[in-house]
């Protein structure tokens, strides 16, 4: 059982002595109203007696009282009167029980024999007062009877004297019941005042104690830091402040038996070697990595020289100045030797050297991971060739060392990216590689070949005398033009060379390595698989170049460009029914330059994908605003040139649905032109692409048809509506006729498709008539319409609507 219920429980049998002692005093207050009655009851009774056996109290003076026992009479109206005047029942019998006198007439003369104890009787015979209860018919619960006996003069019993008290009794009793209420009302809040208060007392002991109790668990399962309240007097407020105390200690002891655990776990674990040495230099302490690198157990360790286990670990070494670091090579028991870094730290006591803790680390990875790191920064990880950084490094020495003359060669391999694109990038590395080994092999031992990235690389010749400038070119070039087989196919791959044959003279390997460059993009300018020197005019050529590049990156942001519309003419009506966006750059300085003057270098610089988004959305909100204003006059579609860096983004579907969104052009109203070759760089991914845009609404037409390779095949996979006729098909078509059934092929290969077909190119009237003879339904060309503004465009067409 616990404290609170031992607790409860004693306040319970307070309470219920409480409750007893109530019980007790109602009980006695009923007794003594009981017992008051029966007194009061026999006075009456026996006042009653003196008058029957004496007479009344005379009323006036002289008058002598006559007995009332002999006069039934006079005694029948003195009972009658009580009656009715005082509610006293009284019965008056003579020595034999014979009613004399009774409230109720008709029972005078008759036996008394409702008292079946023979109380009456009783006390008769031996005068003595007794109560009774009266059962009988008339009163089936009774009624109370108090008798006593009637003695006459010389003290002669005469009878007996019957009172019924149940009427006093019961006054004596109703005076009696706000006593008793009093009584039970003051037990009961006694009761409940002792039950509250011993909940109250007890719950505020067992919460007390409980809360010592917890912490009293908590510090037995390792929490030392639990506390308890110890505000108050009492024992258990000093059992609190004891305890208190005893977790205070405990903790204390605790945490330094921890410390200690967690400093030998630490040095145990560490995954460094750590070592003490005393002030006679031996090992006094090792743990298991010490062990480790050394290739010694601990026990071994322990009591040896630190000077046998670690060379010039000398704990005075480190001075009062402070720790010292060193590095060596360490031999193992085994006869291998390990690379160990070690930090002596000095222990000293004032100003002598007790002496020191070593902590030793095992580098013999970390310097190979550190060399391994260094050749990786210096060299090309696909061919193991020399880097850039590691090329240019050896070029800067070989500038400042050198007296003899030095070679520069800048080699970019011709056709990688069409052999990258077919083959896969695992044919394209396997490629490189076997490029490198070929380059290696062809120059002199002491020459450096170097990997610059992608297909580039750089040969430093040293020195550069007159054989190697003679003959190294024609070599390298004739080494990487022959086959090699990638992946069981012939891939045959050729070189442009630019040359810088006196590096010595530059002051920066940078500018070499940059002139040379140069001089590579001047032999691809030149047809390729050849060999360019450098010059100052390639130089000049190089500055003018990037020259343009800035300028013309500066008009796609100034708004530099222009757009031109040429149209294109239905051969049946002669009426303008689309129209081809073309692009034109307003050069401040030259003027107004035509696509062929700066395409090719937007798309070397990057920027054809910016000059193809602009023309794009200028031609849908040009032919938008063209149609809203003269929906009679106005074309109905236009084409526009898509390049390849556009045409490659994944994201030109969702380029072309903003744009049409923000235009408001109908779909159909867009024909985006691509080329033959444009197409074939990567099908699958061009295909889907192409679909979507189909998909939109918006129609695609194959530029400058037949120039390219494939066509007939790709015609069968590429999603398109539009075939362009090239221009160079309209050369020589007057007055040829293999010329002319080739374009009438063309005609009907594009017709039997299901597609339109456009002849693009034409110049004179003759090549017009010839090619509407044949059916073509398209025409475009100068003769059919210059490209001019639109608005120029606008008024040439309202014009001819007028004429």
Sequence with gaps: MSVRQKLLAGYLVVAALVAL?????????????????????????????????????????GEVPKPLFGDGYA???????????????????????????????????????????????????????????????????????AVVPLVGAGGVTLGAVILEYTPLYDEMLQSTRHTQLGIAAACTAGVLLVLLIGWLIARTLTRRIGQLTAAVLDVRNGRYTRRVDATGRDEITQLGRAFN??????????????????????????GEGICGVDEHNRITFANAAAARITGLSVDELLDQDAAVVLPDA????????????????????????????????????????????????????????????????????????PNRALFTDRLEQAMTRSQTPLGVLFLDLDGFKRVN??????????????????????????????RFG???????????????????????????????LIDGREVAVSASIGAVWDAGRYADADEVVRNADVAMYAAKSEGKARCQVFHEEMHVRLVDRLEQESRLRLAVEHGELRLHLQPIVAADT???????????????????????????????AGLSADIDRWVLRESCRTLRQWQDEEPEQAPDWISVNVAAPLLESPGLPDLVTEVLRDTGLRPEALVLEVTETTLMRDVAATAPRLDRLRALGVRVAIDDFGTGYSSLGYLRDIPADVLKIDRSFLDGLVGSGRHRDLIDAVLHLGLTLGLQVVAEGIEDA??????????????????????VPAEQLRRQSAAMVAQ
């Design 21 to 61: 002692v109530g019980a007790m005093a109602w009980r006695i207050d009923a007794d003594s109203a009981r017992q008051a009655a029966v007194t009061e009851a026999e006075h009456i009774a026996q006042g009653v007696g003196n008058d029957v056996a004496f007479g009344l109290p005379a009323d006036t003076l």
């Design 75 to 145: 005694l029948s109206v003195y009972l009658q009167r009580l009656h009715k005047m005082q509610d006293r029942d009284v019965v008056v019998v003579d020595r034999d029980q014979v009613v004399l006198g009774d409230a109720i007439p008709e029972e005078v003369g008759s036996r008394f024999d409702n008292d079946r104890g023979d109380e009456v009787g009783a006390t008769i015979r031996d005068g003595r007062t007794r109560t009774f209860i009266e059962v009988s018919d008339d009163y089936p619960d009774g009624i109370q009877q």
């Design 245 to 270: 105390d005893m977790a205070e200690q405990l903790d204390r002891s605790a945490r330094d038996i921890l410390a200690k655990e967690y400093t030998d776990a630490i040095l145990a674990s560490a």
């Design 314 to 385: 000398d704990p005075a070494a480190g001075g009062p100045r402070g720790p010292v670091q060193r590095e060596g090579d360490m031999p193992a028991p085994d006869g291998s030797r390990t690379r160990v870094a070690y930090t002596v730290s000095p222990i000293l006591r004032g100003e002598r050297s007790a002496g020191a803790v070593v902590l030793l680390r095992d580098v013999t990875r970390q310097r190979a991971l550190e060399e391994q790191l260094r050749h990786q920064a210096l060299h090309d990880e696909l061919t193991g060739l």
């Design 421 to 450: 694109d077919s083959l896969g990038h695992g044919a394209g590395d396997r490629l490189l590689q076997a490029t490198a080994e070929r380059l290696l092999s062809t120059v002199r031992a002491g020459d450096t070949v170097a």
């Design 454 to 484: 992608g297909d580039e690389f750089g040969i430093m010749l040293d020195p550069a005398d007159g054989e190697i400038v003679a003959g190294l070119p024609a070599r390298l070039l004739r080494a990487l033009e022959e086959p090699l």
């Design 574 to 604: 002669g009426r303008s029914v689309g129209v081809e966006a073309l692009v034109r750059w307003q050069d401040p300085a030259l003027g107004l330059r035509p696509p062929g003057a700066f395409l090719p270098l937007a798309e070397e």
């Design 766 to 787: 003759a090549q017009l008539s010839e090619l509407v003879a044949l059916g073509c339904p398209l025409l475009q060309g100068f003769h059919c319409g210059r490209p």
